[in-house]
């Protein structure tokens, strides 16, 4: 096996144990001292009235899915336009049908009034 395949397996398995070794520590070493008060849902220092379970407008989540796809588009156009004189042909029709596809999406939740704040 050549020396950096060897890396990799060795990465491999050596990744899922990091991020589970605090967890872990944790759970065997941290405190342990439940209380009813401790339990309780903490919302801001406010004493919770009501139930905690509070349902939000979909209309949120279609605003934060249009800015992620916005925010991905800037960061894939960013190299793009760093680059822009050193781009051929194939790759300059490429972005150009990136932005397209992007900017029918936006229409679309233009159209269907996905981005109308009611």
């Known amino acids: 096996m050549s020396q950096e395949w060897q890396f990799i397996a060795i990465f491999i398995v050596l990744s899922p144990i990091f ?25 801001c220092g406010i004493e919770t009235v009501g139930d905690s379970w509070v349902q939000f407008k979909v209309q ?39 932005v397209v596809l992007l900017a029918m999406g936006l229409a679309y939740a233009w159209g269907r009034g996905a981005l109308e704040w009611i």
């Open 60 to 98: 949120y989540y279609i605003y934060a899915l249009v800015f992620v796809i916005f925010d991905i588009e800037a960061v894939f156009l960013f190299p793009i336009a760093s680059a822009y004189d050193q781009l051929g042909l194939f790759a300059i029709i490429e972005t150009v049908i990136f």
């Open 19 to 43: 991020p589970a070794a605090p967890v872990i520590l944790n759970h065997l070493l941290g405190p342990r001292k439940p209380n009813p008060i401790k339990q309780q849902t903490y919302e």
